[in-house]
């Protein structure tokens, strides 16, 4: 069996950060059934990058589908998808049969989303006793910002690491170029939803869980909070230097290509000499300004600009195997053309995974991030597919599901609820 073989998630999630926690759990085994509706779907559907249509001309390859969207491919494998009009009345009564039918509620609408349709947490556990409501917001459903919206850099930046990440001052903070919380986001959504199986599996009973993008985002901030809590002091961004245990050098320095980089640390002398042989023991490496790991810190300007001089005609892949054999922690800067088709051992890991979706085909997506020695994982999900085309399983949904009479099914697609 897989892990969570027999557990049934009703996902109402949009984007990353919340579509990313039903599909760690659905890699697991859980059947996620993804509610959607046609006027308000979730823009990564039809968002690029696109995948484009074999055979087709130049100027259609990438015709407006909401089912070939490569980022929701990517966020939702493994799930089902079923149509259904929340906004009309007999939608929410057809909701609240497929909630006596499942284990979890998952959603991250805006924060009154839920309770505007009737469906407060109160509502649902009336219904099922032992229902797991989980509700992913970016602010969270209590305190004087809980309307507000939030995408993954606004919560990177209310929660401090926009302020951490970025060049040493005078140049601004730059944060990330990628919604890096909305994984966050999704990861600590995916645990929340483990624990509270766990404690139901205990004690019989449900749970509520009011999650929030912008509380992971703060507990990757480090020591910051706790030196100013201490000591009063405010964080100053370091660049790609080493802001907590001394290091020199430790960045990452140019190699020979167009725009290649390779990542160097080294923390002890050991290291150093390690680094040093593998250079040829240069004669400037000798000044008294780079002999002991502290008067290395404190010239490392100078120190990053002799290892540039070195690190630049060497081809990155080549000295981050040499470093590596000589103790010397390194690693390539990767693009995405690396990862994907060169990294031994990210193909290795398998990191990609081919899985099919019914109108765009076979495509790889990533893999989760853990694998089970001792079981025989389904990397596909309970459907061994890819992520659904819209409204695909609604035959599954109300047919198998909920019993529902065909007569009862085609006056509820005549009146738009399905």
């Known amino acids: ?31 996620v059934i993804r509610l959607e509706w046609r006027d308000r779907l979730d823009f990564l559907r039809y968002s690029p990058p696109v995948v484009p249509i074999e055979g087709a001309t130049e100027s259609r390859r990438e015709m407006k589908s909401v089912n070939r969207g490569g980022l929701f491919n990517d966020n939702n494998p493994g799930k089902r998808s079923f149509s259904l009009n929340m906004a009309h009345p007999k ?6 049969r497929l909630l006596k039918v499942s284990d979890v509620i998952v959603e991250s609408f805006r924060a009154d989303a839920m309770t505007k349709w009737g469906l407060g947490y109160d509502v649902l556990r009336s219904i099922k006793p032992d229902i797991i409501y989980v509700q992913q917001s970016g602010w969270g459903h209590k305190g004087p910002y809980w309307k507000y919206a939030s995408y993954g850099p606004i919560a990177q930046g209310i929660s401090g690491l926009t302020d951490q990440s970025g060049l040493p001052e005078p140049y601004p903070p730059a944060g990330w170029g990628y919604s890096y919380m909305d994984w966050s986001g999704a990861y600590y959504t995916a645990i929340a939803m483990l624990l509270a199986l766990y404690y139901k599996k205990r004690t019989g009973k449900g749970q509520y869980i009011d999650g929030s993008q912008i509380e992971p985002g703060i507990f990757m901030t480090g020591t910051a909070i706790v030196d100013y809590l201490v000591n009063g002091r405010h964080w100053e ?53 780079f002999a002991t790991l502290a008067a290395r810190i404190i010239n490392q300007d100078e120190l990053d600009a002799r290892l540039s001089e070195w690190t630049r005609d060497q081809e990155p892949f080549a000295l ?36 099919r979706n019914s109108e765009s085909g076979t495509w ?34 109300y047919g198998e599901l909920l019993r529902m009479p065909a007569q009862e099914r085609a006056e509820l697609e005549k009146e738009g609820v399905i």
């Not at 939608?91 to 609240?96: A, I, L, Q």
């Not at 001394?246 to 290649?260: I, K, L, N, T, W």
């Not at 080294?266 to 023991?281: K, P, S, Y």
């Not at 054999?325 to 990767?334: L, S, T, W």
Request: charged share 25%.
């Open 1 to 31: 069996m897989r892990p969570l073989q027999g557990v049934r998630i009703l996902d109402l999630t949009w984007l990353l950060a919340g579509a990313g926690g039903p599909r760690l759990l659905a890699a697991l085994g859980a059947e």
């Open 91 to 96: 939608g929410r009564e057809v909701f609240k």
């Open 237 to 289: 961004r370091t660049g790609n230097r080493s802001p907590y245990k001394p290091a020199a050098p430790h960045g990452a320095y140019r190699c020979a290509g167009a725009d290649r980089w390779i990542a160097i640390a080294v923390f002890t002398d050991q290291e150093w000499r390690a680094l040093l042989g593998e250079m040829g023991n240069p004669a400037w490496a000798r000044d008294a300004r």
């Open 320 to 355: 981050q195997d040499r470093l590596q054999k000589a103790g010397v922690a390194a690693g390539v800067c990767q693009t995405s053309e690396d990862r994907v088709e060169r990294d031994p051992q990210l193909k290795h890991l398998k990191w990609l995974i081919p899985l």
């Open 364 to 397: 790889p997506i990533k893999d989760v991030p853990f694998h089970f020695v001792r079981a025989t994982v389904d990397q596909g999900g309970p459907v061994g597919r890819a992520s659904p085309c819209y409204g695909e399983d609604n035959d599954y949904v």
